[in-house]
Structures are given as C-alpha cells and as structure tokens.
C-alpha cells in the first residue's frame, strides 16, 4: 500500500501521465505519429486491442504493437478487449507489452488472469466498463497496480465522455490512495473535461481524438498537464 507521505507526494510532484490511444492516430503514418507524441510529451502508449467479440471492432494486432515498439522507449500500455485475455498473457508480454489490462468480465478468473500478468514481468490492471459497479471489482483491486475506468463504451475513438461516471471515479480515487494503483481514465477526456476527472483523483490519462486532432500534440499535452496541476493543487 503507498504510504499517506508518497502518495500526497506524489500529487505535489504532479505526476501525472497522458497515455495517447494510438487508435486514434493517423495509421497511414502511423510511424511518424509515435515518434510526435513521444517527442511532444507523452508517458505511456495506449494500444487498444480488439477482438471483434468482446467489442463490436477489431484493432491493434501484432503489427501495430511491432511498429509502437520500434518507434518510442515509451512503456506500452496495452489495453486487451478480448474475450479469454488469460489464453494471450505472454504472447502480449512478449510483444513488449508492460502493463495489461484486463476486463473482468471477459476472464475465466479475472484473478488468476491479473497474477499470470505479474508472474509474465508486466503491471496488471483491469478496466472496468461504465455498467460495472466498483463493488463488483473490489477484491482484484489489491492485485493491480493501474485501474482503467472507462468513461464511454469500449470499442470507439472518438466518442462523448460520460459525466455520470464521475461519482464512480471519486470512489475509484479513494481506492487508488487505499491500495496505492494509479487510477486512469478511459474516454472522451480533453482539456475542457480533465479537470473534472483530476479533482475526483485521476492521475493518469488516457487521451485519443482530443489529442490527434489537435494541430499541435505538444502544446495539447503541456495544456493537459496544466489543466491538472491546477486541480491537483
Ligand atoms: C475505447 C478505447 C479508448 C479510445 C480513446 O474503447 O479504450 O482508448 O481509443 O479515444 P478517445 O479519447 O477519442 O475517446
Ligand atoms: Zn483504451
């Protein structure tokens, strides 16, 4: 558990990570797209990958994955929206992968599924759907080190954050200081909503259209980033 001391310092130090969703770069140059939000300022990079099953689209194979690792040292953060994720553990980790999540729902033993992550050398997280209630989840939360809470319906770029999930996010904030995993959010979030996702304790962020639509990544990271600070303040 993070102690009282870290934790209140790492707010000071605003440690705050924006994790761009490559899904929503421009994959026609998809090269040059990594190594922009890796110059501009980026933590990690969020790969969304999708089986057509769990999510009605598919995206992010291998290939992807081969072409994120060659073009950044940023840690992946690979977010699986697969149905039985257990059955891909090491083939993501051997990917490079270096925190995974998981959809309980999506698992045989969401669990079991979470330790095979750890014991495969990556961070484990789940992320949990805007239907899903926190209490539904409350005992993998000591076994991860990231929780992705969605703030729209998995499977788009692109689409409106959902403010009524603000609540689930302050009880989210009070768990993450409790058991010390970093609390990220998972779509919809811009510069007009982050703060309001900062301020229930969110310190990580995953950003897609916000930031590839935007003509300068750079400045959009450091107004992300000044946008919480505030809130953190
Ligand atoms: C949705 C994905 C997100 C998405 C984020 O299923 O998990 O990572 O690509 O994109 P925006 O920020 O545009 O909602
Ligand atoms: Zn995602």
Redesign the pocket.
Known sequence: MLSEYKYWRNIMNRQINIRP?I??ANHGSLADEIKSVTQAGADYI?I?VMDGSF?PNFGCGSEIIKTVKAHTHLPLDV?L?IVKPERYIHFFREMGADVIYIHPEACENAADTLTKIRSAGAAPGIAINPGTYVEQVLNLLPLCDHVLA?T?E??????AFMPEMLGKLEELGLLARKHGFRLCV????SVDNIKKTALCGVTDF?????LFKSADYAKTIVALRTVCGLAMA
């Open positions: 969703s899904l929503c969020h969304d999510v977010h929206m969605m729209v998995p499977g788009f770029g692109g689409q998972d779509g919809g979030i995953v950003v897609g259209n916000a």
